[in-house]
């Protein structure tokens, strides 16, 4: 449980310090970055798995690159419930979901 904990917080800590850096992604705060962490989190366990489990063939095809297609949409789902978040544009979005996807996985290795 602490791990789950811990790995919230650095995510949220990963979103903040992209909303830094990428010009279009806009946070309000350390909180509104740790709320994207959860609710990014439960799509992704939720909707993303259901559309992993239907995308396959598209997932073999493209030896999973896919995947970041769908990260990205979830991304924006996330952007559409959460006010204080906002993504200017699709390429940003894309940005964005690569390297929430690849610190999200890191994470996970550590956690």
Do not use: C, R
């Not at 705060?29 to 259901?50: Q, R």
């Not at 769908?70 to 993504?87: H, R, S, Y």
């Amino acid at each position: 449980m602490i791990d789950l904990i811990v790995h919230f917080l650095l995510l949220g800590a990963v979103i903040f310090a992209l909303a830094e850096i990428l010009p279009g992604l806009h946070v309000e705060g350390y909180g509104t970055a740790l709320v994207v962490a959860v609710v990014y989190g439960l799509i992704n366990v939720t909707l993303g798995t259901v559309l992993m489990f239907f995308a396959l063939p598209f997932m073999i095809l493209t030896v999973g690159l896919f995947k970041l297609v769908i990260n990205t949409f979830l991304l924006w789902i996330t952007d559409q419930l959460i006010e204080d978040f906002e993504i200017e544009d699709l390429g940003t979005t894309f940005i964005a979901a690569i390297l929430i996807t690849l610190s999200d996985t890191m994470l996970a290795w550590m956690f």
